[in-house]
């Protein structure tokens, strides 16, 4: 079966500090993979999506930005976080074929920039 | 454009009362995914189903069921006899048939299951 994992699950870091997420996926090849943020009692927003090696479509112009060394990892980057970087990151990741647009979500990573 | 609207930002209801989610959708694409993902207090996004627009039946799981129609553009979701369990976010979502793009997410309804 298919599994996704994120961390940290819990991240304090100061302003101006740089960040790395990591996401990998396990039993699929291929997949589509996604950067989401949530700030808090606020809905999804797309940061990234990746659907190959190397190639990624950034959804909104801001301090971040993502890569895909492999297959089955995606990073969440940042050389200087700012305060309104603060929120609960969500990676997700669809299949490519069968019931490939269902996304499925990690646990989240909580992000505090103080 | 493609958009999704969950008028309800947040609803309280006393166990065992039925509660329905509304979700409304805008797309000019006559192939589409409409979904419902459930996010409890943990954080994590939870699949609940996924409905594609040829198939308006609804759709029963246990205390859970969807309500699709094309003519208003709805996709509605109601949850029977609500429990404490059922306490969370739940995100209304679509896709086009393309399969590659990401989803377009409502804002989301926080619902308060009251014991």
């Known amino acids: 079966s298919q599994t996704i994992h994120q961390w940290p699950a819990t991240l304090v870091q100061p302003v101006g500090s740089p960040l790395s997420l990591e996401c990998t996926v396990e039993?699929?090849?291929?997949?589509?993979l996604y950067w989401y943020r949530q700030a808090a009692g606020r809905g999804l927003q797309l940061l990234f999506y990746?659907?190959?090696?190397?190639?990624i479509s950034s959804e909104v112009p801001q301090n971040l930005s993502a890569s895909r060394p492999q297959d089955r990892q995606f990073i969440l980057s940042s050389k200087k976080l700012l305060l309104s970087d603060s929120g609960f990151y969500l990676c997700?990741?669809?299949?490519?074929?069968?019931?490939?647009?269902?996304?499925?979500f990690g646990a989240g990573t909580r992000l505090s920039v103080l | 454009a493609q958009k999704v609207t969950q008028a309800q930002t947040e609803i309280s209801v006393v166990e065992k009362e039925d509660v329905t989610l509304d979700c409304v959708y805008e797309?000019?694409?006559?192939?589409?995914?409409l979904f419902w993902y459930k996010q409890p207090p943990s954080g994590e996004l939870v699949f609940l189903i996924r409905?594609?627009?040829?198939?308006?039946q609804n759709e029963i799981s246990g205390r859970y069921s969807w309500n699709f129609q094309k003519s208003t553009s709805s996709f509605n979701f109601t949850i029977t006899a609500s429990q404490v369990v059922d306490s969370a976010v739940y995100f209304c979502?679509?896709?086009?048939?393309?399969?590659?793009?990401?989803?377009?997410f409502g804002k989301g309804t926080r619902l308060s299951v009251i014991a």
């Open positions: 997700a990741w669809s299949g490519q074929s069968g019931r490939k647009n269902i996304q499925y």
């Open positions: 039993g699929t090849s291929n997949p589509n």
């Open positions: 990746s659907v190959g090696i190397g190639q």
């Open positions: 797309t000019r694409d006559t192939t589409y995914y």
């Open positions: 409905r594609n627009s040829f198939d308006e």
């Open positions: 979502a679509l896709a086009t048939s393309s399969g590659n793009t990401p989803l377009v």
